[in-house]
């Protein structure tokens, strides 16, 4: 198994990985990861081999991690490092299976400032360097035995790739198996929540739009953010929540374990998500799973998952006033916050861990021949 990021790193192939990898080694199946860290993960009881985001080549590290390892496995699955899983499986002569969460080329475009627009207007543009990433990645998607796709938003845009329509599936992110949890007033107290309370999870990056969140939240009154993440972002996120006056509304919780963000998700009102873009984001179906309504910007697969008045809010993404109206609008209605919380559970109900999990095991026992 391939992931470019492992717990306690924030984002969802860091929560996707893992809980495959469980349940997996649960089924009786041998599974080893190879994925990059800034520090030694935490033991698991399989192995996890791990390149220093801080050495030398280790892009090449990487690749040639995947292949020593593969050699002794059925089959590569890889959540993302895509090209050098591809490499490694190739060099190991495995087959590949992958889990598409993104348009890396897209992101990479964003992260350095060299495009913004939305992830179809890039489709269309790109100079000489932009043109080789596509190629090497369609490259290496294409040599995948199957394509899982969280949603058919991005689906659609990978044909567009070259890639073959029938290896190609569309396949949600699970729901979490939710443990009981203590009840609401509890949670609340255990975070020192009182009030109106929002909350976010996810990487701190340019695609989560955090900066169009705080800029909203400072026109609405009464009403607490807690931040659950960690990313390139947070520093400039600190510094404008405190030019906004936000210091005693805002709160950043750092990189914490999944089970810490579910409670957080139990204790809040509802989730927020004012994403520039999405796929299919695990954030949304981990609040929706334990009866949290999504106030989300409607990008990408989110409006496959959150139904606008049903379970959440969708609203015009980069509109910091579509944001504070939807926002005033759910706190100034207790009939509205109560009807979406209880729709949320069911509205998820069909995406349990074990029907996904099962899909790709079955998937990755084909592509190696059992």
Not at 28 to 49: D, I, K, L, Q
Not at 101 to 111: G, I, K, P, Q, W
Request: hydrophobic share 45%; proline share 6%.
């Amino acid at each position: 198994m391939v992931s470019g990021i492992w717990p306690p790193d924030p984002g969802g192939p860091a929560s996707h990985a893992p809980a495959l990898a469980d349940f997996l080694q649960g089924r009786g199946h041998s599974v080893e990861v190879v994925t990059t860290a800034n520090t030694s993960p935490a033991p698991r009881e399989y192995r996890v081999h791990w390149i220093s985001r801080g050495s030398g080549l280790r892009h090449v590290r990487c690749a040639l991690a995947v292949r020593t390892h593969a050699q002794d496995a059925d089959v590569v699955y890889a959540t993302s490092m895509l090209r050098r899983a591809a490499l490694g499986a190739r060099l190991a002569r495995r087959p590949l299976v992958v889990k598409l969460v993104s348009d890396e080329v897209f992101e990479r475009a964003t992260r350095s400032g060299r495009f913004d627009g939305t992830l179809a207007d890039f489709q269309r543009v790109g100079g000489a360097r932009t043109r080789f990433l596509r190629a090497t990645r369609n490259a290496a998607v294409r040599s995948a035995r199957h394509v899982f796709i969280p949603s058919a938003y991005l689906r659609a845009i990978a044909l567009r790739w070259g890639l073959d329509p029938d290896r190609v599936s569309v396949l949600p992110n699970p729901a979490p198996e939710v443990a009981p949890l203590p009840s609401r007033d509890e949670l609340r107290a255990g975070l020192g929540l009182d009030g109106s309370v929002l909350a976010f999870a996810g990487r701190l990056g340019p695609q989560k739009a955090v900066r169009v969140l705080l800029s909203t939240l400072a026109n609405v009154h009464d009403v607490a953010l807690v931040i659950a993440g960690d990313g390139p972002d947070r520093a400039t996120l600190e510094r404008r929540v405190r030019e906004l006056g936000l210091e005693g509304r805002v709160r950043f919780l750092g990189g914490v374990p999944r089970e810490q963000v579910l409670r957080l998700f139990g204790a809040a009102d509802a989730s927020v998500l004012s994403s520039a873009w999405e796929n299919f984001p695990h954030t949304v179906v981990e609040a929706l799973a334990v009866g949290c309504p999504v106030i989300a910007t409607a990008v990408g697969g989110v409006p496959e998952i959150v139904r606008d008045g049903v379970n959440g809010l969708l609203v015009r993404p980069g509109d910091p006033e579509a944001l504070r109206e939807a926002i005033e609008r759910f706190f100034a209605d207790d009939e509205l916050r109560r009807r979406l919380a209880e729709a949320a559970p069911a509205s998820v109900a069909g995406y349990s861990e074990e029907a996904v999990f099962a899909r790709i095991e079955a998937e990755l026992e084909q592509a190696a021949g059992t």
